[in-house]
Nanobody, 121 residues
Framework: QAQLVESGGGLVQAGGSLRLSCTAA????????MGWYRQILGKQRELVAD???????NYADSVKGRFTISRDNAKNTVFLQMNSLKPEDTAVYYC???????????????WGQGTQVTVSA
């Protein structure tokens, strides 16, 4: 069964760094855009960054210059390197991918289980 498996996250002090990883597990015919979203309790989920298969990236203004998204297409894995973390970055971070599984061969949007990132002041 195709699914996204996240790792990373945790508790860090302001100014610190964390790295999130997300692997698309299972059988995929292809994977298109991959990205990271975050959700603060009581607020809507928002895009943090996304990346296309050719490496083109897009970032939320609030994380530009601090976060870097990258991917390893051979391993169907996307990373989010988070530097200079701020307390306002505290949220549950979700991995997302648009992919076509081997069966059924229909484009679908997948979500990871979410991982908590907490930045203390």
């Amino acid at each position: 069964q195709a699914q996204l498996v996240e790792s990373g996250g945790g508790l860090v002090q302001a100014g610190g760094s964390l790295r999130l990883s997300c692997t698309a597990a299972g059988s995929f015919f292809s994977i298109n855009a991959m990205g990271w979203y975050r959700q603060i309790l009581g607020k809507q989920r928002e895009l943090v960054a996304d990346i296309s298969p050719d490496g083109s990236t897009n970032y939320a203004d609030s994380v530009k210059g601090r976060f870097t998204i990258s991917r390893d297409n051979a391993k169907n894995t996307v990373f989010l390197q988070m530097n200079s973390l701020k307390p306002e970055d505290t949220a549950v971070y979700y991995c997302s991918a648009v992919g076509i599984p081997m069966s059924p061969m229909v484009p679908q949007t997948y979500w990871g289980q979410g991982t908590q990132v907490t930045v203390s002041a």
